[in-house]
Nanobody, 122 residues
Framework: VQLQASGGGLVQAGASLRLSCAAS????????MAWFRQAPGKEREFVAA????????SYVENVVGRFTISRDNSKNTVYLQMNSLKPEDTAVYYC????????????????WGQGTLVTVSS
């Protein structure tokens, strides 16, 4: 499956952005779609994930209360609503997809989008 991420940009601290990840095939099924991010000089880290059937979610601790992941199976799309953005949220954001259960390890995701850059200025 091909994943197309979009929605990144340059914003000031405290602003909001919504990222989208569109899949080329149906996302209805035992799949998990996730967002990871990679800041310059750092390893890729898990941000959030959602199960596509039941909509169960998981977040990394430092985005809880600020980011919300959601899905629209009719559009084969997952969203990441990011509010109260901080400079430390600056990174390239990648969407990814796997079968099975939510997993924070990037190595367990087989399909990846191309990434979208989010830059938060102070």
């Amino acid at each position: 499956v091909q994943l197309q991420a979009s929605g990144g940009g340059l914003v000031q601290a405290g602003a909001s952005l919504r990222l989208s990840c569109a899949a080329s095939e149906s996302t209805v099924g035992p799949y998990v779609m996730a967002w990871f991010r990679q800041a310059p000089g750092k390893e890729r880290e898990f941000v959030a994930a959602i199960t596509m059937i039941f909509g169960r979610t998981s977040y990394v601790e430092n985005v809880v209360g600020r980011f919300t992941i959601s899905r629209d199976n009719s559009k084969n799309t997952v969203y990441l609503q990011m509010n109260s953005l901080k400079p430390e949220d600056t990174a390239v954001y990648y969407c990814a997809m796997k079968r099975g259960q939510i997993d924070g390890r990037s190595s367990n995701y087989g399909d990846w989008g191309q990434g979208t850059l989010v830059t938060v200025s102070s």
